[in-house]
């Protein structure tokens, strides 16, 4: 596609529901990174994707998170037993090593938990 | 741990003003330094990248420097204008090339 599309733009959902947020790439990047944003916060990195493969999950919070990309393309980042700590924006960005690595984001999720 | 610092945190100037803003960071081992701009509930849009063994980059009205060594990059904004109020976003990958790490941003107000 012409850009990253995120979906849903918005979700809110209640304190221990399960929620599923997909991100679709610029078609041809092969790497794929979630991360999080907070009010009045920069981006914080979550995890990165070469491929298929999670080269870097490192910035997962906890076991509560987990990201998919099982097709090299579509990924989708996954949170059990929401808390209203999670309430945040939750971006989505791909690069090509061909352009230096800069990156191309995503408008992301804004994610409320009530 | 990388630590992005950007200064100031936010500025209103009025319109057809030149301006400067500051990013500085800790670790001067960096693959490449990004600047961002983003608008209210937006994602993110990349205005100039920087590489490492790269001085500046300059795109339209902005220019971008990076200084490694002393850990720090302006971006200078020429003849300021209302569409250019929004936040913008300094950000730095290590040499692994792929993790960024972002500053807070600089909240921007052009009036006119």
Known sequence: GAGVSQTPSNKVTEKGKYVELRCDPISGHTALYWYRQSLGQGPEFLIYFQGTGAADDSG???DRFFAVRPEGSVSTLKIQRTERGDSAVYLCASSSPGENYGYTFGSGTRLTVV | KQEVTQIPAALSVPEGENLVLNCSFT??????????????????TSLLLIQSSQREQTSGRLNASLDKSSGRSTLYIAASQPGDSATYLCAVSDNSGYALNFGKGTSLLVTP
């Open chain 2, 27 to 44: 670790d001067s081992a960096i693959y490449n330094l990004q600047w961002f701009r983003q608008d209210p509930g937006k994602g993110l």
């Open chain 1, 60 to 62: 997962l919070p906890n």
